[in-house]
Protein backbone atom coordinates (compact mmCIF):
# COMPACT_ATOMS: atom_id res chain seq x y z
CA UNK A 1 0.00 0.00 0.00
CA UNK A 2 1.62 3.63 -0.94
CA UNK A 3 1.61 6.16 1.88
CA UNK A 4 -0.48 8.94 1.68
CA UNK A 5 1.76 12.14 0.41
CA UNK A 6 1.10 13.92 3.43
CA UNK A 7 2.43 11.20 5.95
CA UNK A 8 5.50 12.04 7.91
CA UNK A 9 8.91 10.86 7.08
CA UNK A 10 10.11 8.20 9.51
CA UNK A 11 12.51 9.95 12.30
CA UNK A 12 16.12 8.99 12.25
CA UNK A 13 16.19 7.79 15.79
CA UNK A 14 13.14 5.37 14.42
CA UNK A 15 15.12 4.04 11.23
CA UNK A 16 17.72 3.56 13.84
CA UNK A 17 15.67 1.55 16.19
CA UNK A 18 14.46 -0.60 13.14
CA UNK A 19 18.24 -1.13 11.63
CA UNK A 20 18.99 -2.62 15.08
CA UNK A 21 16.12 -4.84 15.54
CA UNK A 22 16.57 -5.81 11.98
CA UNK A 23 20.69 -6.88 12.93
CA UNK A 24 19.60 -8.79 16.19
CA UNK A 25 17.12 -10.78 13.90
CA UNK A 26 19.63 -11.62 12.00
CA UNK A 27 21.77 -12.38 14.48
CA UNK A 28 19.53 -14.83 16.58
CA UNK A 29 18.73 -16.03 13.23
CA UNK A 30 22.77 -16.85 12.24
CA UNK A 31 23.00 -18.25 16.14
CA UNK A 32 20.07 -20.59 15.97
CA UNK A 33 21.14 -21.90 12.70
CA UNK A 34 24.81 -22.84 14.03
CA UNK A 35 23.32 -24.49 17.33
CA UNK A 36 20.33 -25.99 15.13
CA UNK A 37 23.42 -27.72 13.03
CA UNK A 38 25.84 -28.53 15.89
CA UNK A 39 23.19 -29.97 18.49
CA UNK A 40 20.09 -30.87 16.67
CA UNK A 41 16.82 -28.76 16.68
CA UNK A 42 15.11 -31.14 19.41
CA UNK A 43 18.29 -30.55 21.37
CA UNK A 44 18.46 -26.68 20.91
CA UNK A 45 16.29 -24.08 23.73
CA UNK A 46 15.66 -20.91 23.34
CA UNK A 47 17.76 -20.18 26.43
CA UNK A 48 20.79 -21.49 24.46
CA UNK A 49 20.14 -19.59 21.61
CA UNK A 50 19.96 -16.43 23.64
CA UNK A 51 23.16 -17.21 25.44
CA UNK A 52 24.93 -17.62 22.02
CA UNK A 53 24.95 -14.04 21.75
CA UNK A 54 24.30 -13.04 25.23
CA UNK A 55 21.27 -11.55 25.53
CA UNK A 56 18.20 -12.69 27.69
CA UNK A 57 16.03 -15.16 27.03
CA UNK A 58 13.18 -12.45 27.24
CA UNK A 59 14.88 -10.19 24.72
CA UNK A 60 14.88 -13.49 21.63
CA UNK A 61 11.06 -13.90 22.72
CA UNK A 62 10.82 -10.05 21.91
CA UNK A 63 11.75 -11.15 18.06
CA UNK A 64 10.02 -14.81 18.10
CA UNK A 65 7.36 -16.07 19.98
CA UNK A 66 8.93 -19.49 20.18
CA UNK A 67 11.20 -22.23 18.37
CA UNK A 68 8.55 -22.98 15.90
CA UNK A 69 8.12 -19.20 14.82
CA UNK A 70 11.70 -19.16 15.02
CA UNK A 71 12.52 -22.03 12.72
CA UNK A 72 10.06 -20.99 10.23
CA UNK A 73 11.55 -17.51 9.45
CA UNK A 74 14.59 -19.60 8.95
CA UNK A 75 13.70 -21.84 6.81
CA UNK A 76 11.65 -19.43 4.52
CA UNK A 77 14.99 -17.33 4.50
CA UNK A 78 17.16 -19.88 3.49
CA UNK A 79 15.33 -21.19 1.13
CA UNK A 80 14.16 -18.61 -0.76
CA UNK A 81 18.07 -17.81 -0.63
CA UNK A 82 18.58 -20.98 -2.41
CA UNK A 83 15.77 -20.73 -5.08
CA UNK A 84 16.93 -16.88 -5.46
CA UNK A 85 20.29 -18.32 -6.57
CA UNK A 86 18.54 -20.47 -9.33
CA UNK A 87 16.32 -17.63 -10.90
CA UNK A 88 18.65 -16.04 -13.42
CA UNK A 89 19.31 -19.69 -14.60
CA UNK A 90 15.46 -19.75 -15.74
CA UNK A 91 16.04 -17.75 -18.92
CA UNK A 92 18.34 -20.38 -20.49
CA UNK A 93 15.85 -22.01 -23.15
CA UNK A 94 17.97 -26.25 -23.35
CA UNK A 95 17.14 -27.68 -20.33
CA UNK A 96 20.02 -30.00 -20.34
CA UNK A 97 22.16 -26.61 -19.98
CA UNK A 98 20.36 -25.22 -17.79
CA UNK A 99 20.29 -28.51 -15.20
CA UNK A 100 23.80 -27.92 -15.96
CA UNK A 101 24.23 -24.30 -14.71
CA UNK A 102 21.56 -25.47 -11.93
CA UNK A 103 24.14 -27.85 -10.79
CA UNK A 104 26.89 -25.41 -10.77
CA UNK A 105 24.72 -22.98 -8.74
CA UNK A 106 23.87 -25.31 -6.11
CA UNK A 107 27.22 -26.29 -5.53
CA UNK A 108 28.05 -22.68 -5.30
CA UNK A 109 25.54 -21.56 -2.80
CA UNK A 110 26.55 -24.41 -0.82
CA UNK A 111 30.15 -23.77 -0.44
CA UNK A 112 30.02 -20.28 0.23
CA UNK A 113 26.98 -20.49 2.68
CA UNK A 114 28.03 -23.91 4.77
CA UNK A 115 25.64 -23.30 7.45
CA UNK A 116 22.90 -22.59 5.54
CA UNK A 117 23.30 -25.64 3.82
CA UNK A 118 24.06 -28.08 6.55
CA UNK A 119 20.83 -26.70 8.49
CA UNK A 120 18.73 -27.49 5.39
CA UNK A 121 19.96 -30.59 3.68
CA UNK A 122 22.24 -32.11 6.47
CA UNK A 123 20.08 -32.25 9.48
CA UNK A 124 16.93 -34.06 10.06
CA UNK A 125 13.97 -32.46 7.84
CA UNK A 126 11.19 -32.42 9.86
CA UNK A 127 10.92 -28.93 11.00
CA UNK A 128 11.46 -28.03 7.41
CA UNK A 129 7.65 -28.97 6.74
CA UNK A 130 5.88 -26.86 9.53
CA UNK A 131 2.84 -24.75 8.98
CA UNK A 132 4.19 -21.70 9.63
CA UNK A 133 6.32 -22.01 6.68
CA UNK A 134 3.99 -20.47 4.21
CA UNK A 135 6.13 -17.50 2.37
CA UNK A 136 7.68 -20.46 0.24
CA UNK A 137 5.24 -22.45 -1.59
CA UNK A 138 5.76 -26.17 -2.53
CA UNK A 139 5.79 -27.06 -6.13
CA UNK A 140 6.07 -23.41 -7.26
CA UNK A 141 9.50 -23.54 -8.90
CA UNK A 142 10.45 -19.53 -7.82
CA UNK A 143 10.29 -20.35 -4.64
CA UNK A 144 10.96 -24.23 -4.02
CA UNK A 145 14.54 -24.97 -5.59
CA UNK A 146 13.57 -28.91 -5.59
CA UNK A 147 10.41 -27.89 -7.95
CA UNK A 148 13.24 -25.77 -10.33
CA UNK A 149 15.34 -28.30 -10.59
CA UNK A 150 12.38 -31.28 -11.28
CA UNK A 151 10.28 -29.05 -13.99
CA UNK A 152 13.34 -28.70 -15.87
CA UNK A 153 14.48 -32.58 -15.84
CA UNK A 154 10.59 -33.29 -16.89
CA UNK A 155 11.01 -30.50 -20.17
CA UNK A 156 14.47 -32.25 -21.05
CA UNK A 157 12.72 -35.62 -20.53
CA UNK A 158 9.76 -34.47 -22.51
CA UNK A 159 11.54 -33.76 -25.32
CA UNK A 160 14.01 -36.98 -25.48
CA UNK A 161 16.75 -35.44 -23.94
CA UNK A 162 17.80 -38.16 -21.79
CA UNK A 163 17.88 -42.09 -22.35
CA UNK A 164 14.76 -44.12 -22.37
CA UNK A 165 15.68 -46.08 -19.26
CA UNK A 166 15.03 -42.72 -17.65
CA UNK A 167 11.13 -41.66 -17.10
CA UNK A 168 10.31 -40.51 -13.72
CA UNK A 169 11.44 -36.62 -13.40
CA UNK A 170 12.06 -37.44 -9.18
CA UNK A 171 14.00 -40.56 -9.90
CA UNK A 172 16.20 -38.81 -12.35
CA UNK A 173 16.16 -35.36 -10.70
CA UNK A 174 17.17 -36.68 -7.15
CA UNK A 175 20.11 -39.24 -8.83
CA UNK A 176 21.29 -35.58 -10.38
CA UNK A 177 20.91 -33.61 -6.95
CA UNK A 178 22.56 -36.55 -4.70
CA UNK A 179 25.56 -36.80 -6.66
CA UNK A 180 26.35 -33.25 -6.33
CA UNK A 181 24.92 -33.51 -2.67
CA UNK A 182 27.51 -36.24 -1.83
CA UNK A 183 30.97 -33.93 -2.64
CA UNK A 184 29.40 -30.84 -1.04
CA UNK A 185 28.62 -33.01 2.19
CA UNK A 186 32.01 -34.91 2.54
CA UNK A 187 33.80 -31.68 2.02
CA UNK A 188 31.63 -29.89 4.83
CA UNK A 189 32.54 -32.69 7.34
CA UNK A 190 35.61 -34.26 6.14
CA UNK A 191 37.43 -31.12 4.09
CA UNK A 192 40.17 -30.69 6.90
CA UNK A 193 40.78 -34.25 7.22
CA UNK A 194 44.37 -34.81 6.51
CA UNK A 195 43.82 -38.76 5.81
CA UNK A 196 42.81 -38.10 2.23
CA UNK A 197 44.20 -35.26 -0.46
CA UNK A 198 40.57 -33.82 -1.23
CA UNK A 199 40.41 -32.26 -4.56
CA UNK A 200 39.12 -28.73 -5.40
CA UNK A 201 35.17 -29.32 -4.55
CA UNK A 202 34.29 -26.68 -6.83
CA UNK A 203 36.38 -28.02 -9.79
CA UNK A 204 35.47 -31.79 -8.86
CA UNK A 205 31.36 -30.69 -8.69
CA UNK A 206 31.76 -29.50 -11.94
CA UNK A 207 33.63 -32.45 -13.72
CA UNK A 208 30.63 -34.63 -11.79
CA UNK A 209 27.61 -32.48 -13.37
CA UNK A 210 29.35 -33.70 -16.73
CA UNK A 211 29.65 -37.13 -15.87
CA UNK A 212 26.45 -36.80 -14.90
CA UNK A 213 24.73 -35.77 -17.82
CA UNK A 214 27.00 -37.51 -19.80
CA UNK A 215 25.54 -40.80 -18.27
CA UNK A 216 22.11 -40.12 -18.37
CA UNK A 217 21.53 -37.92 -21.71
CA UNK A 218 20.37 -40.23 -24.92
CA UNK A 219 23.02 -40.50 -27.37
CA UNK A 220 23.13 -38.07 -30.23
CA UNK A 221 22.67 -39.89 -33.60
CA UNK A 222 26.30 -40.03 -35.83
Request: glycine share 4%; proline share 5%.
Amino acid sequence: MTAPLDAPSPTPSLLRRERQREETRARILEAARELFVANGVAATTMRAIAARIEYTPTAIYHHFRDKDALLAELCTNDFLALAGAFQRIGRIEDPIERIRRIGIAYVDFALDNKSQYQFLFMTPSSHLHRDGLKQVEKNNPEQDAYAFLRASVEEALKRGLFRTEFQDADQLAQILWGGLHGIVALHIVKGDDEWIHWAEPRATARLAVDVLLRGTRRAEPA
